[in-house]
């Protein structure tokens, strides 16, 4: 449990599929949280409440903090009875890191980048599969979206393993901003996308970054143009798809394999 929360008297933690987020429920908490430095991930506010909510929002985001307006049924479920009174607060599991550091923690290791992007991740469970897979192949990083992903809160952390706490996680306001930056440092950009070259056939071992689509659609279409290149997994069988996070680590395993000579 983060060292803030035992400030919050007027708080509750959430407990869901095993303790898996922590959450501040009702305003005061929230306000007070929001003013010690908290490691907030999200807030959430309702659609419908009035009253201070809107400062409380305000401060969230000159904080740089996502905020989320939800029905005031959703709140009732996150917060199971709590009087959350409009807002919650999502505390995180990990502080995030940024493209900066990724990028120099490749280079004090004396090796190209691998950084793995995860281009609108919905699902907390595929998300913490990824970062997982991510901490044992080696890779520098992982960037993932501030908007339409999910974050690194307690589902994530407990998916990963712990590898959550060990693996540099850069969220930034625009995906396609970021591919741009990782370019311009001299980072290939690869795709996974059905059309792509054979993964098996395509050189991954310089520097380089791998972009997972999301659960249902995939990459984005501006994502999509973003790449340099595109890659794709040869499928056998009538299914023609592959969960996010097994396709990820088919890739990032193909990366290890090419990076690392292992040729047995």
């Not at 009035?50 to 996150?78: E, W």
Request: aromatic content about 6%; overall charge neutral.
């Amino acid at each position: 449990m983060p060292k803030h929360y035992e400030k919050f008297n007027g708080g509750r933690r959430e407990e869901n599929e095993g303790a898996d987020k922590t959450l501040i429920c009702g305003r005061n908490a929230v306000t007070e949280a929001l003013r010690s430095g908290a490691n907030i991930d999200t807030l959430y506010i309702s659609k419908t409440g009035g009253g201070s909510l809107p400062k409380i929002s305000a401060m969230a985001s000159k904080l740089d903090i996502p905020v989320k307006q939800v029905d005031d049924r959703k709140l009732d479920n996150m917060c199971r009875g709590a009087a959350h009174q409009g807002c919650a607060a999502m505390l995180g599991c990990a502080e995030y890191s940024s493209i900066d550091e990724i990028l120099a923690d490749a280079e004090q290791k004396g090796e190209p980048p691998f950084i793995i992007i995860c281009d609108e991740i919905e699902d907390p469970h595929n998300l913490g599969a990824i970062i997982r897979t991510a901490e044992t192949a080696g890779a520098h990083g992982i960037i993932i979206p501030k908007r339409r992903s999910a974050s690194l809160n307690y589902t994530v952390h407990k998916t990963s393993a712990g590898a959550a706490s060990w693996v540099k996680v850069a969220r930034v306001p625009n995906l396609t901003a970021a591919v741009k930056e990782l370019k311009d440092r001299g980072v290939w950009v690869y795709g996974t996308d059905m059309d792509g070259d054979n993964v098996y056939s395509t050189d991954l071992t310089g520097a380089v970054a791998l972009v997972i689509g999301s659960e249902g659609f995939g990459m984005s279409r501006l994502m999509r143009e973003s790449c340099d290149f595109l890659i794709s997994i040869p499928m056998f069988g009538k299914i023609n798809s592959l969960n996010a996070s097994v396709a990820a680590g088919i890739c990032m395993y193909e990366a290890v394999r090419q990076r690392k000579n292992i040729t047995k």
